[in-house]
């Protein structure tokens, strides 16, 4: 079976470039998510959408961050204009439903580096 | 979420059992047990949930104590691939807005399986 599928696995890029993240969520599932990852702060939420819709942004940092999900097969996560501390990696994971009782199954990540 | 405790590393001797303990003592009655690892340059992967009972499946056992406060990830036989971060996380069911499908990831415990 395939699993999350995100794209692209790296991505360099200078200070002040726009980043699209892509994501294709596991066929079937309805509940979509991004996490960030770094030394410092470990794992974190960013974004939670249920059948396409976003239900939790409060984990975005900034308006330079949006995400979207125009069909449940496909999600963005656009970083306009990148900056240094951006510098992350980036999980996808989808779910059925949102429920306790679902377990989150996750990409490989995009590992973002801004210079 | 109720905060969760593990020691920061353990080691463990190839083809032996690894019991990666967790405590979670002000877990509420309908909080779940669940337990993720990432491989390095991987994504997290689900590995096993409980809520009261004792769990197994093909790649893990999970022992929860009867009062709840702490539980044990049994891998019965590691490998050297079995290297890697485990989180344990306390989940909760219900609040505002559909907050149960949060994830909060720790630090987690670095097992490390030696030849």
């Known amino acids: 079976d395939a699993g999350v599928i995100q794209s692209p696995r790296h991505e360099v890029t200078e200070m002040g470039q726009e980043v699209t993240l892509r994501c294709k969520p596991i066929s079937g599932h309805n509940s979509l998510f991004w996490y960030r990852q770094t030394m410092m702060r470990g794992l974190e939420l960013l974004i939670y959408?249920?059948?396409?819709?976003?239900?939790?942004d409060s984990g975005m940092p900034e308006d330079r961050f949006s995400a979207k999900m125009p069909n449940a097969s496909f999600s963005t996560l656009k970083i306009q204009p990148s900056e240094p501390r951006d510098s992350a990696v980036y999980f996808c994971?989808?779910?059925?439903?949102?429920?306790?009782?679902?377990?989150?199954?996750f990409g490989d990540g995009t590992r973002l580096s801004i210079l | 979420d109720a905060k969760t405790t593990q020691p920061p590393s353990m080691d463990c001797a190839e083809g032996r059992a690894a019991n990666l303990p967790c405590n979670h003592s002000?877990?509420?009655?309908?909080?779940?047990v669940y337990w993720y690892r990432q491989i390095h340059s991987q994504g997290p992967q689900y590995i096993i949930h409980?809520?009261?009972n004792n769990e197994t499946n093909e790649m893990a056992s999970l022992i929860i104590t009867e009062d709840r406060k702490s539980s044990t990830l049994i891998l019965p036989h590691a490998t050297l691939r079995d290297t890697a971060v485990y989180y344990c996380i306390v989940r909760v069911l219900g609040g505002s807005g559909g907050s149960n499908y949060k994830l909060t990831f720790g630090k987690g415990t670095l097992l490390t399986v030696n030849p």
């Open positions: 994971a989808s779910s059925l439903k949102g429920g306790v009782n679902q377990p989150q199954h």
């Open positions: 002000t877990i509420s009655g309908n909080e779940y």
């Open positions: 409980g809520l009261k």
């Open positions: 959408f249920n059948n396409n819709v976003p239900i939790d």
